[in-house]
C-alpha cells in the first residue's frame, strides 16, 4: 500500500500556511505591539512642543533684539521728558491745582472785585516762603476756576439769548461758543508777543494770562442777562459798568506785574522802557471792554 500519495497533500498544506505566514498581509497586526510602543509615542507627542518652542522664543533669547527693545524704551523715555518739558515751558500742567484752589468764600469775593473793584486797596498777592499763597487764602491770586465757569455760563446765556429771539440751533451755538474761545487764544498769544517784543521780566505766565482775560466773561454774563431782564438799555448800562470795572481791576493788577517797583508805588515813570510797559499794561486793560462788546452785542436786539 503506497502511502507516499497520502501524505503529499499534507506537506503541502503545511508548506502552505508557512508560506502565507511569510508573506504580506492585508492588514498589520498591531496587537502584539504592547505597551512600550504606545508609550513610546507618547512621549514623542509630549516632547514635541517642547522640542519645538514657542515662536517668538528664539526672538526674544537674541542678544540684539533685547539691545533693540532697551534703546527703544530709553528712546521713548526721553521724548516722553523732552516733551513735557517744553509743555511745562508754555502751559505748567503740574501748577494747574494751584489755579484751582478756590472755595465759596474765595469766588464771591473775586466776583465782587470784578464788578466793583474801586475801593480796593491792596493788589500785591501774598507770598509764603517765595511761594505765592492758594488763591482761596488770598483774593488778589489768579484763578481759573471763575474764568472756566465763567465761558461756560457765557454760552448758555448766549443760547438763552438766540433762544428768546426764535434763532437757536446747535450749529449756531457751537460758532458761538468756539468764536470766543478762538479770541481767547488770540489774546493771549498777541499778549505774549507783545511781552517779547517788549522784552519784560516778569514772573507772570501763561495760565495767569489765560486767567486775567477770562474774568471778562463775568461782565459778558451780567450785560446779556441785564439786557434779557430789562432792555437793550439796561445791556448798555450794565455792560459800560463792568468794563470800566474790568479796566480798573486790569490796571491794577498788571502794573504791578509788568511795571516796575517804582511805578508800582505810584512814582512817576521814567525811562523808553517803561514807558513801553506802561502802555502795554493800558492796552491788555482797554482790549477787555472791545471783546466784551464784540462777543454780546448781537444777542441782544
Not at 482761596?136 to 438766540?162: K, S
Not at 461758543?177 to 487764544?185: P, Q
Not at 514807558?275 to 452785542?297: D, E, G, N
Request: contains cysteine.
Amino acid at each position: 500500500m503506497d502511502y507516499t500519495a497520502t501524505q503529499k497533500p499534507n506537506m503541502r498544506l503545511r508548506n502552505s500556511s508557512t508560506d502565507a505566514a511569510d508573506g504580506s498581509q492585508l492588514f498589520e497586526d498591531t496587537s502584539g505591539a504592547g505597551p512600550g510602543s504606545q508609550a513610546g509615542y507618547s512621549r514623542n507627542h509630549q516632547a514635541g512642543p517642547q522640542a519645538a518652542g514657542f515662536p517668538g522664543q528664539s526672538l526674544l533669547s537674541d542678544p540684539m533684539s533685547n539691545l533693540a527693545m532697551a534703546y527703544g524704551s530709553s528712546l521713548a523715555s526721553q521724548g516722553k521728558e523732552m516733551v513735557d518739558k517744553n509743555l511745562d515751558r508754555f502751559i505748567p500742567i503740574s501748577k494747574l491745582k494751584y489755579y484751582f484752589a478756590v472755595d465759596t468764600v474765595y469766588v464771591g469775593k473775586k466776583l465782587g472785585l470784578l464788578v466793583f473793584p474801586y475801593m480796593h486797596q491792596n493788589w500785591e498777592v501774598s507770598y509764603q516762603q517765595d511761594t505765592p499763597v492758594a488763591p482761596r487764602f488770598d483774593v488778589n491770586a489768579p484763578d481759573l476756576y471763575i474764568p472756566a465757569m465763567g465761558f461756560i455760563t457765557y454760552v448758555l446765556v448766549a443760547g438763552l439769548a438766540l433762544g428768546t429771539q426764535n434763532r437757536f440751533s446747535p450749529e449756531l451755538l457751537g460758532v458761538q461758543a468756539s468764536s470766543a474761545f478762538v479770541w481767547l487764544i488770540m489774546e493771549v498769544l498777541a499778549v505774549l508777543l507783545s511781552l517779547y517784543l517788549v522784552t519784560v521780566n516778569t514772573d507772570l505766565t501763561t495760565i495767569d494770562l489765560l486767567a486775567f482775560s477770562g474774568y471778562k466773561y463775568v461782565g459778558m454774563i451780567v450785560g446779556v442777562v441785564s439786557g434779557l431782564l430789562f432792555g437793550r438799555l439796561a445791556y448798555y448800562l450794565s455792560l459800560l459798568w463792568c468794563c470800566a470795572a474790568i479796566f480798573v481791576f486790569m490796571i491794577r493788577t498788571l502794573r504791578l506785574k509788568l511795571l516796575s517797583e517804582a511805578a508800582a508805588e505810584g512814582r512817576l515813570v521814567r525811562g523808553a522802557r517803561n514807558q513801553l510797559r506802561m502802555y502795554l499794561t493800558m492796552s491788555i486793560a482797554a482790549a477787555q471792554p472791545i471783546f466784551m462788546y464784540w462777543l454780546t452785542y448781537h444777542l441782544i436786539r
